[in-house]
């Protein structure tokens, strides 16, 4: 199955704070790919590097066989057409209703006739089970519900690729179980590719076909869901078995306290 990104020797930084350390990543066509890893590891600015908002400072992310950082602004604009992006916390637009948000990306990006721009959201809204909940507003929904909103928002053009950023965030184990079947069923029908950035093990586990672990910024593990239940890799094992001791740290790295308040005895 070819693979619709690649993402090969990719490094990227703030000033002198490396983030991301020689990435090599594949993303096959019509496969969910879980990226996990602990906060501050680097995951979502590869989503950001992916949809050209960062450029890289070595090597490259390429979709569909094009280098999205060589991109000119028309070039990236066509190219984010064939991305959704489900964002943290769904990000819904909070004044206006559920159709609305949901028609958003239509308007944005096509001319299509509001009678078909009406017909295609209540297709979207019915594929997430809210199709009734089309007139009413962001904040007369639940969480979940606004999540599904958000899902439905993002696969309204029909992407090639969908990301996900922490799409479990805050919710109940019934939404969680929900949006998790969602993303899997959507991704199958639409024969996408999904990427998906997570800190919920059992969820992404359920759906995901691969995965990659990072941590400061490298790729420490890699395989599939079973094969990293299995690992013995200590930072795997930590994280997937919610561990307090193991390869990352507790304390921030740096000085020890000892050393901070004058108490480290002299040689």
């Known amino acids: 199955m070819p693979n619709q990104l690649e993402i090969r020797d990719l490094h990227f930084g703030y000033g002198e704070r490396p983030i991301?350390?020689?990435?090599?990543?594949?993303?096959p066509q019509g496969k969910v790919i879980a990226v996990m890893g602990g906060s501050g590891s680097g995951k979502t600015t590869i989503l950001r590097l992916i949809g050209g908002q960062l450029v890289p400072q070595a090597g490259s992310v390429s979709i569909d066989g094009?280098?999205?950082?060589?991109?000119?602004?028309?070039?990236?604009?066509?190219?984010r057409r064939t991305?959704?992006?489900?964002?943290?916390?769904?990000?819904?637009?909070t004044?206006?209703?559920v159709f609305?948000?949901?028609?958003?990306?239509?308007?944005?990006?096509?001319?299509?006739?509001?009678?078909?721009?009406?017909?295609?959201?209540l297709l979207k809204l019915q594929a997430v089970g809210l199709r009734n909940a089309a007139e009413l507003k962001p904040a007369e929904i639940s969480g979940g519900m606004a999540r599904r909103v958000a899902l439905a928002r993002a696969i309204a053009l029909d992407p090639h690729l969908i990301m996900y950023d922490e799409p479990f965030a805050g919710l109940d184990?019934?939404?969680?179980?929900?949006?998790?079947?969602?993303?899997?069923?959507?991704?199958?029908?639409?024969?996408?590719?999904?990427?998906?950035?997570?800190h919920d093990v059992h969820e992404s586990f359920q759906i995901a076909d691969y995965v990659y672990f990072l941590s400061q910024g490298k790729i420490?593990?890699?395989?599939?869901?079973?094969?990293?239940m299995a690992s013995e890799d200590p930072f795997v094992r930590q994280f997937v078995h919610a561990e307090a001791?193991?390869?990352?740290?507790?304390?921030?790295?740096?000085?020890?306290?000892?050393?901070?308040?004058g108490l480290e005895q002299k040689a």
Do not use: C, W
Not at 66 to 79: F, I
Not at 247 to 260: E, I, L, N
């Open 95 to 97: 004044d206006i209703s």
């Open 245 to 261: 001791d193991g390869p990352v740290p507790f304390h921030y790295p740096g000085k020890t306290v000892a050393q901070d308040l």
């Open 173 to 198: 184990p019934i939404s969680m179980g929900v949006t998790a079947n969602l993303i899997r069923r959507l991704n199958d029908v639409l024969k996408s590719t999904s990427i998906l950035v997570s």
């Open 66 to 79: 094009k280098v999205v950082h060589s991109l000119d602004t028309a070039g990236l604009y066509r190219l």
């Open 20 to 27: 991301l350390s020689g990435l090599t990543m594949d993303f």
């Open 83 to 93: 991305m959704g992006m489900l964002f943290q916390h769904g990000a819904l637009f």
């Open 100 to 121: 609305e948000n949901v028609a958003f990306p239509l308007r944005e990006h096509t001319n299509l006739p509001e009678s078909l721009i009406r017909d295609l959201v």
């Open 220 to 228: 420490v593990a890699q395989g599939t869901p079973a094969e990293m």
